[in-house]
């Protein structure tokens, strides 16, 4: 907690500079007075980088922000759909929550209408204890991985990894528990051997610094069967050399997998003035927080501003990024096609509530799986 707290103090000043060097620089945006964001635990990258952009919106624009922890997809989506939360701090979770599979595949879930301001590019990879002596993918067989309850975001990601070096749960003792951070404080605390997460969670600084220390395994980018085999989990990586995190450096990179985290969503009906004011807010306020980790200055708009991404961009973030000239026909059409292929997922789901309204929950699964296929495969 005391480092917790020296952390926040050092962000703090260094914010307070900021905005003394830049001399006020940044200007007034229609932001509401209030809003409250969710995240993941206090101690995650997520977490870490919402409380820095919501300090310097706070400077810069007198909001106030109030961020709700969660360690579960769930308990991040939730809050955001049901309208108390504005804006959520997600990762993969968008995708499945868009897509209606694993925990949205439940009858009170289902494609969800989400839209994405913003999302920066972010590694993921394997930290091991380096006393586990796990010195290549395959090495993950028989030892003890981490995963957390009620997080498909983090768990598929884990799940494709094995699957790169062929392997899958059943290879390995899969060692569950009930948060992001619980599982991430398991390597120090020697209850599993690996784990699944992005650089720069602190609990991997105390992992280098603890007696077990600290090896990343290396995801070859040249091993194509690998990257092929990897895909076919979750078709949304690519490979990325990594030099910032936790026993990370120009000197010493890892071989990693690419993909978008945090990304900050909204519902599809959020008012477009108010999405175009966050992302020009989130644009205009970067020198206040680019600073603030090891990590967040890829929220550099020319980076985050643009698809690729887990979900369609909302109309106020599109409307900015083309004023900005960040914007062409090749990303409008990457935004239509996602959006077209998410309405007709939330229409083969309402035909699947109609159709299967009396089956069990597992019958019910397998029929809005077998449906969601063959929507997509039409498109």
Wanted: aromatic residues 10%.
């Amino acid at each position: 907690m005391k480092r917790t707290l020296l952390n926040a103090s050092i962000i703090a000043a260094s914010f307070s500079f900021s905005l003394f060097t830049l001399g006020g620089a940044a200007t007034a945006q229609n932001l509401p007075d209030t809003m409250t964001w969710t995240a993941y635990d206090v101690g995650s990258q997520g977490h870490s980088e919402a409380s820095a952009i919501a300090d310097a919106f706070g400077r810069a624009y007198d909001t106030r922000i109030r961020i709700q922890p969660a360690g579960s997809a769930i308990g991040r989506l939730q809050p955001l759909v049901s309208g108390r939360a504005d804006y959520a701090f997600l990762a993969t979770e968008s995708f499945f929550a868009s897509e209606g599979t694993f925990d949205f595949s439940e009858r009170r879930w289902g494609p969800q209408n989400l839209r994405a301001v913003a999302g920066r590019p972010s590694s993921f990879g394997i930290p091991t204890a380096a006393d586990a002596e796990i010195h290549s993918l395959a090495d993950l067989r028989g030892k003890r991985v981490a995963y957390t309850a009620g997080n498909p975001s983090v768990s598929v990601k884990c799940d494709a990894i094995l699957a790169f070096a062929g392997l899958t749960r059943d290879d390995v003792e899969a060692v569950m528990f009930p948060a992001h951070s619980a599982a991430m404080s398991s390597l120090v605390q020697g209850q599993a051997d690996a784990a699944c997460t992005t650089t720069t969670a602190s609990q991997l600084y105390e992992l280098k610094e603890s007696p077990r220390g600290l090896r990343w395994v290396d995801i070859p980018a040249d091993d194509e069967e690998g990257w092929a085999r990897m895909n076919q989990v979750a078709p949304v990586f690519q490979p990325f050399t990594e030099t910032i995190g936790a026993g990370l450096s120009d000197d010493a990179p890892a071989n990693m997998l690419a993909y978008r985290y945090p990304i900050i969503v909204a519902m599809a009906d959020k008012d477009d003035d108010e999405v175009y004011a966050y992302i020009k807010s989130l644009d205009e306020a970067y020198d206040l927080y680019k600073d603030a980790t090891s990590a967040i200055h890829r929220w550099s708009i020319k980076d985050s501003g643009v698809p690729p991404i887990d979900i369609p961009f909302h109309a106020g973030a599109v409307r900015y990024m083309q004023e900005q000239g960040l914007w062409n026909d090749d990303m409008d059409a990457w935004n239509e096609a996602r959006i077209a292929r998410l309405e007709a997922l939330q229409a083969a789901w309402e035909s699947t509530l109609e159709e299967a309204g009396d089956f069990d929950d597992e019958a019910f699964k397998a029929r809005w799986e077998k449906r969601r296929q063959a929507t997509l495969d039409e498109l």
